[in-house]
């Protein structure tokens, strides 16, 4: 077992919490009562790597905002590979908000706006051209999606996932959270969710910029979808996700007309 081989830690409890393409999570309780949370993914140089830099920026996080904390191994590790897997362990901090409202969304929207204004590590540098660059300098987390906050008792407990973080311009992480989120507030318009994050948010944005990014990541979703089709268990279980995306996309083009006159 990984949690006795590598950490020394008997598991008195285990069932799975979450799924992806690429990473599952186990909720692991303890003899001892602890609350653990294990994340497994498959090998590979790129995904190790993306690892690496999760835990990292999760250290440089600690302390000024709500993140991880990650246990060592008995070798001293905050990650390690075993059979093609690639796993780490950090203390347990709630469950995603898979049933959105506008209370937690608030709440991620001031974490997000936290992290804005941290100074990112020197290491971190921007993936996209911009034709201002003094613009695109802000510390983003890259898929700021309910996937990847935490919540207990209806209150944000933990920020994860830091894999894609980059610098850029503010709107892009605002246009993904939007979309994401709105994703799981159900029968609640998109014109609805938009404009509370752009008024919550209490500064000047490029309005079209956070739309286009919304656009930009539901299409690349869709696109995921359909690419992973054979990582669902069932055809079903796909065409249900694949159905549901399709028509979020329809949705969102149509909003996008009222809103900034594109679609």
């Keep these: 077992m990984v949690i006795a081989g590598s950490y020394g830690l008997k598991a008195e409890y285990l069932e799975l ?10 909720y692991v309780k303890t003899s001892k009562n602890r609350d653990l949370l294990l994340a497994e993914s498959a090998w590979s140089a790129d995904k190790e ?57 608030g709440q991620m929207l001031a974490i997000l706006k936290k992290l804005h204004h941290i100074s990112p590590p020197a290491t971190l540098k921007s993936k996209k051209v911009h034709t201002n660059q003094n613009e695109a ?16 008792n209806n209150k944000l407990s933990a920020m994860l996932d830091f894999e894609l973080c980059y610098v850029g311009r503010i709107e892009e992480d605002l246009g993904k959270c939007i979309v994401f989120s709105w994703n799981y507030m159900h029968n609640r318009p ?35 979808v359909l690419k992973h089709k054979d990582k669902y268990s069932t055809r079903t279980e796909w065409e249900r996700d694949f159905t549901f995306t399709n028509t979020q996309l329809n949705r969102l083009k149509e909003a996008g007309r009222t809103l900034v006159g594109k679609g």
């Design 17 to 26: 919490i979450s799924w992806g393409y690429h990473t599952t999570a186990y």
């Design 49 to 105: 790597a993306k690892v690496g830099k999760d835990i990292s920026i999760a250290l440089y996080l600690d302390k000024k905002l709500p993140v991880p904390r990650y246990l060592p191994t008995k070798q001293k590790g905050l990650q390690f590979t075993l059979a093609g897997k690639i796993y780490r362990l950090s203390e347990f901090a709630g469950l995603s908000p898979l049933k959105m409202d506008y209370h937690v969304l």
């Design 137 to 152: 300098h802000s510390f983003l987390h890259g898929d700021p999606t309910p996937h990847n906050f935490l919540v207990t």
């Design 190 to 224: 998109f014109e609805e969710v938009y404009r509370y994050v752009i008024d919550s948010y209490s500064r000047i944005l490029d309005q079209a910029l956070v739309y286009k990014e919304a656009l930009t990541s539901l299409q690349n979703h869709l696109a995921s």
